[in-house]
């Protein structure tokens, strides 16, 4: 069964930086593109970012580009998301999951997902 | 950005009811709509890719239709289990835009 496992959250003060980590179980991550999905508390799904399977190509929504920084280490099947400049607004579950595309290179969807990791970004 | 709009925000039915959950998107996307399912405390997963394709071990009692900028997500015959908050999602363009969420509750 292909399992995401998440780890790495935690309380920040405003400004700090926190990494969290995705490690893929029951398969590798070298033939997938991987996305971070956030959602604050009590709110709506928001995309955070995606790389490629290589890990030589990845994207940002506006709101943390600039700021985090994702990473892919196939040789120990893990994404990762560096954190910095947190701000209050970046609370959230944090979700990692496949993003696949169709036969129709604009078809692109998320599946399957990890149960997440809290973070907080509080004084 | 795509802006992603679903209505309801909340319906309530009961056990073998049909409802439907439409979901509009602010310029053409074709095709490229999913939807998932989001039980409380629990991650998405993912009930409908490509506006209309069934995921893998998703009931035929989901289906899904749609095109351009209307999209919409049907639940045949009810169940207790399908109470949780749906979602939409464009899967066009980045951003990759979600609706806000229809909250089923079963009565």
């Known amino acids: 069964e292909m399992q995401l496992l998440e780890s790495g959250g935690g309380l920040v003060q405003p400004g700090e930086s926190l990494r969290l980590s995705c490690v893929a179980s029951g398969f590798t991550l070298s033939g997938y593109d991987v996305s971070w999905v956030r959602q604050a508390p009590g709110r709506g799904l928001e995309w955070v970012s995606t790389i490629n399977a290589r890990g030589s190509d990845s994207e940002y929504a506006d709101s943390v580009k600039g700021r985090f920084t994702i990473s892919k280490d196939n040789s120990k099947n893990t994404v990762s998301l560096q954190m910095d400049s947190l701000r209050a607004e970046d609370t959230a579950m944090y979700f990692c999951?496949?993003?696949?595309?169709?036969?129709?290179?604009?078809?692109?969807?998320?599946?399957?997902w990890g149960q997440g990791t809290l973070v907080t970004v509080s004084s | 950005d795509i802006q992603m709009t679903q209505s309801p925000s909340s319906l309530s039915a009961s056990v073998g009811d049909r409802v439907s959950i439409t979901c509009r998107a602010s310029?053409?996307?074709?095709?490229?709509l999913n939807w998932y399912r989001q039980r409380s405390g629990k991650a998405p997963n993912l009930l409908i890719f490509?506006?209309?394709s069934l995921q893998r071990g998703v009931l035929s009692r989901f289906s899904g239709r749609g095109s351009v900028t209307e999209f919409t997500l049907t639940i045949n015959d009810l169940q207790p289990e399908d109470s949780a908050t749906y979602f939409c999602q464009q899967g066009f363009t980045a951003p990759y835009t979600f609706g806000q969420g229809t909250k089923l509750e079963i009565k």
């Open positions: 310029q053409n996307i074709g095709r490229s």
């Open positions: 490509a506006a209309a």
């Open positions: 999951a496949l993003r696949h595309r169709g036969s129709d290179p604009s078809f692109k969807w998320f599946d399957p």
